[in-house]
């Protein structure tokens, strides 16, 4: 079980030499998901190796260009690689069109499967679930229609305690699945091992909240309580409240005041205004409210095992 997050892009709007618009690649739990897919997206997917072909699952946050102006591209690069498994795309309602338009008009060549998830409710929805991983939307509110994404990794069953089975010697290698699933074991004399004596609690399952465009919202905190991993837009610095609210963007104190209320465990900004030149003061305000801050930076990866 671990969380493997790499920065591909975490700029806003505008792409310039060295600030790439929002992409995110996720490994949770032995699953690999693009997370928003800006412009360039697939040169930073090249630049730090990441694998194309494990992607199955793209989740786009809104449609504003620097979240999904890079998706056109990657679909196409993937006819031209020859995929033949399905591809799923989460996002707002509008993104097939929109994406099958320019598909059909450029004659790209994408012959493989293309699903389409396309939201439009306000409340947290569960959206993917597998026998590893689930993902729930995280609404949010922006100058459209927008949510982020909660993605946790499934329990694992219970562990067994070997040293007390080892005990017991009617116990076979048989009964090991019945006991991880949690159930007690009757010995031939009519006594009863209680479970919780056979096994040991599992490791807790690991959660990141992605958080992209939106007004300072504290509405999200019971939804990523306690996340392990939570980045969130910090558009502008403090003294820029008033231009966050009217563009419904967040600072970073208010971000920070998100993490500290949600209780999580690491907090990363990103999603920067291009009028600032030295983005170590997002950092610098935020850890005045919430101490566990870093920066998401193009190429910079997080890790929680």
Same mark, same amino acid.
Request: aromatic share 14%.
């Given at each position: 079980m671990s969380i493997k997050l790499t920065i591909l892009g975490c700029h806003s709007a505008t792409p310039r030499a060295n600030a790439f618009p929002t992409s995110q690649y996720l490994e949770i739990n032995n699953r690999h998901f693009l997370i928003d897919c800006g412009e360039g997206t697939q040169q930073q997917m090249r630049k730090y190796k990441v694998g194309f072909t494990k992607i199955n699952h793209i989740f786009i946050s809104h449609l504003?260009?620097?979240h999904f102006y890079g998706l056109i591209g990657l679909l196409s690069t993937y006819g031209i690689l020859s995929r033949e498994k399905e591809l799923h795309i989460y996002g707002p309602k509008g993104i097939k069109e929109v994406?099958?338009?320019q598909l059909k008009v450029s004659k790209s060549h994408a012959n493989y499967p293309i699903i389409f998830h396309e939201l439009n409710s306000k409340e947290s929805e569960l959206i993917f679930e597998d026998d590893k991983v689930s993902v729930?939307?995280?609404p949010l509110k922006h100058r459209v229609y927008t949510n982020g994404y909660l993605f946790t990794e499934k329990e694992k069953p219970l562990k067994l305690h070997i040293d007390n089975i080892k005990q017991y010697k009617e116990i076979d290698r048989a009964d090991y699945n019945n006991i991880k699933a949690g159930k007690d074991i009757t010995l031939s004399t009519g006594e009863i091992i209680s479970n919780s004596e056979l096994t040991l609690p599992p490791k807790q399952p690991?959660?990141?909240?992605f958080c992209s465009d939106t007004v300072y919202k504290p509405d999200i905190v019971p939804i990523i309580k306690d996340a392990d991993l939570l980045y969130h837009e910090?558009?502008?610095l403090n003294d820029k409240e008033d231009l966050a609210r009217k563009t419904k963007h +967040? +600072?970073?104190?208010?971000?920070a005041q998100i993490a500290k209320d949600a209780n999580v465990n690491q907090l990363i900004l990103g999603h920067?205004?291009?009028r600032y030149k030295d983005i170590s003061l997002f950092k610098k305000e935020a850890k005045e409210i919430?101490?566990?801050t870093e920066l998401a930076e193009p190429g910079k990866y997080f890790s929680i095992n």
């Open positions: 504003h260009g620097d994406t099958l338009l729930k939307t995280i690991l959660s990141f909240a910090a558009t502008f +967040t +600072t970073s104190k208010q971000a920067y205004s291009g919430f101490d566990k």
